[in-house]
Structures are given as structure tokens and as C-alpha cells.
């Protein structure tokens, strides 16, 4: 399996801000696409195929900052089995492309808190460390299952989303368990309970869902 080891960027004040970066790669012949989602507090880096948006990795962690460089301790890591990293120091010179769009009324950090079913509320504990997270912002969104403690990684899924008037629609460009999703639309609707969303609809398999997301705000 390919190791990715991407160091780059030479980091100044706007950078410490919610924003959404994007830079292309050329390894060994084969385009790659690397998206950069991070607030003031969390960092993800996913690297997906330029041509099919066929899924390479994804790491991320929360982070801090100086005047010449971000420093990720990772939560997850896709790779870990390869490459081990728990950490990574992100420095350099190649420039990342500002790609952010406008922000939205459910950015944030949500981890997986239950599902609604015919008995009502279902809900997890959300203090374990087998974790799903939605991480949305500025127009993008993604996905993430893993485990704090063994660094396993179960899936991971991204786009952009939209949110408005209660209604909220991803578009998948990257999907860890099946490229056939790439492209997909799914439409759902959302209701904001204080620091739960609750969202319904349709999942990428067509079957119904309707679950509990909580606002994640602290680690």
C-alpha cells in the first residue's frame, strides 16, 4: 500500500480560522485530490482520486497552531495499519486553494447519538471510544467511523452539503465503502433540538434512517 506523507504549507493568521483548503498532487502517474477541512480546533485531511474520486485516506485530529505550522494529534487514522502515524506536522511551501463556501446553519462537529425507530429514542453513549462523527462546514461535509483507543478505521464518506428551510442534501464525491456512490444525491430532512439534529430521509442504500446527531464540543 502507498504511504502518503504530505508536509506542506507555510501558515499565516488566516489559516486559524474555519475554513476549507484544497490542493492536487501528482503520485507516481495518478492524480489526487487532497481536501483540507479544519476549524478552530479540528483537522481532517482526506486524499481521494482526481479522475473516479476512488478513496485513498483520511486522517484527522485536534491541533495546534504557530506562525509556521499545525501540529494534529489524530483521532483517526485510515492509514495507521501502514504508516503508524498517531501524529503529523504539517509545514512547507506548496499553497493550499482557499475553496470554502458560505457557512451554514448546521456547521460544525456532530458525533452519532442515537436513532429515532417505532420505540421511540435510541441513544448511545457518546463518552466510548468507538466514535461516528459528521464534521460540516463552509459547504462541505464528511463522515467518519472510527475508534479513539485502536486508531481502527471503519468507513469514511464526503461532499458538499447544503442546509436550508429544514432541508438538507449531500453530494457524495468520496466514499470509502463503495465507489459506485460517487455522485450520488441524497436528500434529507433535519430538525435542530438545542444541541441535537435529528435527520431522516433515504441512505445511500435507499433504506430509511432517522437518527440523533449531538453538537460535539469538547474532545
Not at 499565516?12 to 476549507?20: D, E, K, N, W, Y
Not at 498532487?25 to 480546533?41: A, F, K, W
Not at 476512488?54 to 489524530?74: C, D, K
Not at 441524497?186 to 440523533?212: A, C, M, V
Amino acid at each position: 500500500m502507498k504511504k502518503y506523507f504530505s508536509l506542506f504549507l507555510l501558515i499565516s493568521p488566516v489559516f486559524l480560522v474555519a475554513q476549507v483548503f484544497h490542493f492536487e498532487e501528482n503520485n507516481n502517474g495518478e492524480n489526487l485530490n487532497h481536501r483540507i477541512m479544519m476549524d478552530q480546533e479540528y483537522f481532517i485531511e482526506t486524499v481521494y482520486s482526481t479522475e473516479n474520486g476512488a478513496f485513498i485516506l483520511t486522517r484527522g485530529g485536534y491541533y495546534t497552531a504557530s506562525s509556521n505550522e499545525i501540529n494534529v494529534v489524530f483521532e483517526f487514522n485510515s492509514n495507521y495499519t501502514t504508516d503508524s502515524l498517531k501524529t503529523l506536522r504539517y509545514n512547507g511551501k506548496e499553497e493550499w486553494e482557499n475553496v470554502s463556501l458560505s457557512s451554514q446553519v448546521l456547521d460544525g462537529k456532530w458525533l452519532m447519538a442515537g436513532r429515532v425507530n417505532s420505540e421511540g429514542e435510541q441513544r448511545r453513549d457518546l463518552t466510548r471510544s468507538r466514535k461516528t462523527m459528521k464534521f460540516l462546514i463552509d459547504g462541505y461535509f464528511q463522515w467518519i467511523a472510527f475508534d479513539t483507543k485502536t486508531y481502527r478505521f471503519s468507513g469514511a464518506g464526503g461532499g458538499q452539503f447544503q442546509a436550508k428551510n429544514n432541508t438538507y442534501e449531500e453530494s457524495i464525491e468520496y466514499f470509502s465503502r463503495d465507489n459506485s456512490k460517487i455522485g450520488n444525491k441524497l436528500p434529507f430532512t433535519y430538525l435542530l433540538k438545542k444541541e441535537d439534529w435529528y435527520h431522516q430521509g433515504l441512505n445511500s442504500r435507499g433504506e430509511p434512517l432517522h437518527e440523533i446527531w449531538h453538537k460535539r464540543t469538547n474532545q
